[in-house]
């Protein structure tokens, strides 16, 4: 019904530069709050960034300064711009989309398949 497609991770250098980006497809009536999930290995999933419907942002401590989330509304797309790479941000790179299907309905939440972002020294 739904699917986000992530793209854009690869291998990056040390203060080096990436720029991911997820596609939201489908059923959707509108999308509230979009975000972006790094796993690390043996990790939990954890928050890096996320961006509401009209533009307001909200990161992680350890990506403030470096990391800079965006959307476009009218493309159903997400983005992060990870600038000052460092090998710890080293991750699976997992998007998340808050979507309303229907007007008189709760919206849903759904994952991408994620992007693995590996950072070397």
């Known amino acids: 019904q739904v699917q986000l497609v992530e793209s854009g991770g690869g291998l990056g250098q040390a203060g080096g530069a990436l720029r991911l980006s997820c596609a939201a497809s489908?059923?959707?009536?509108?999308?509230?709050?979009m975000g972006w999930y790094p796993q690390g290995p043996g990790n939990q999933r954890e928050l890096v960034a996320t961006?509401?419907?009209?533009?307001?942002?909200n990161y992680a401590d350890s990506v403030k300064d470096r990391f800079t989330i965006s959307r476009d509304n009218a493309k159903n797309t997400v983005y992060l711009q990870m600038n000052s790479l460092k090998p710890e941000d080293t991750a699976v790179y997992y998007c998340n989309a808050d979507i309303k299907h229907r007007v008189f309905a709760p919206s849903n939440l759904y994952w991408g398949q994620g992007t693995q972002v590996t950072v070397s020294s």
């Open positions: 489908g059923s959707i009536l509108s999308i509230n709050d």
């Open positions: 961006i509401t419907r009209g533009g307001t942002t």
